[in-house]
Structures are given as C-alpha cells and as structure tokens.
C-alpha cells in the first residue's frame, strides 16, 4: 500500500530546531517530487518546500526561505524537512505529499493540494515564545 509517514514534530522554543521526516512506501520514489505543507489553527494549507524527483531543485516558500533546508535519502525513501530558527509562526501541522512527474520533475511552480497524489497524516510542530 502507498503511505508517507511524517515524524519528528514536537514541542519546541522559540528560536530553536526540528527535523522532520517523510518515510514513503509503495510507489515510485524517485518519480515523485516530494512537499512539504503545513497548516496552521484556522488557515489554509499551504506549501512551504519542495524537492524534485530528481533531488536536484528544490523549492521554499518566502516564509521559511534561510530558515528551512529539504534533502532527501533515495536509498531510503526518506525526505527531511530541518527547521531551523523556529518561529511561534511556524506552529502548524506539518504534511508531506507527493507529486508524479512532469509536474514533479523540478518543482517549477507552487504545489496546490490537488496536483498531490498522496499524502501523510501529519506531524505536529508547536513553537513557543
């Protein structure tokens, strides 16, 4: 069955780091960009990075750009979200999905929930001030 798995939220200060990871499993990996969204209490889901299906570019919304750094490990179908300089902003729930090429060949363009295949459940990040 197809599942991506996201881990790593959790409570954290203002100021300081989280790891997230996406574990994905029955499909393709490396034919799929994978993004990351995040959906803060009240507001629409929104993306906020991007890598390729070929890892090469990547994408970062203005929000988190310097902040947020996206990386992958084909071998074993992991991709990593390391925040950094955390925000109380940045408390959200945090999704990581998957887009089939040609759509995710180099995340050209701003990923909506519908051009998504497949989707976790969400990981959730608390910052505190």
């Known amino acids: 069955e197809v599942q991506l798995v996201e881990s790593g939220g959790g409570l954290v200060q203002a100021g300081g780091s989280l790891r997230l990871s996406c574990a994905a499993s029955?499909?393709?990996?490396?034919?799929?960009?994978i993004a990351w969204f995040r959906q803060a209490p009240g507001k629409e889901r929104e993306e906020v990075s991007c890598?390729?299906?070929?890892?090469?570019?990547?994408y970062y919304a203005d929000s988190v750009k310097g902040r947020f750094t996206i990386s992958s490990d084909s071998a074993q179908n992991t991709v990593f979200l390391q925040m950094n300089s955390l925000k109380p902003e940045d408390t959200a729930v945090y999704y990581c999905?998957?887009?089939?090429?040609?759509?995710?060949?180099?995340?050209?363009?701003?990923?909506?929930?519908?051009?998504?295949?497949?989707w976790g459940k969400g990981t959730l990040v608390t910052v505190s001030s």
């Open positions: 029955g499909f393709t990996f490396d034919d799929y960009a």
């Open positions: 890598i390729g299906s070929g890892r090469g570019n990547t």
């Open positions: 999905a998957a887009a089939p090429s040609p759509l995710g060949a180099s995340c050209y363009r701003i990923f909506y929930y519908d051009d998504m295949d497949y």
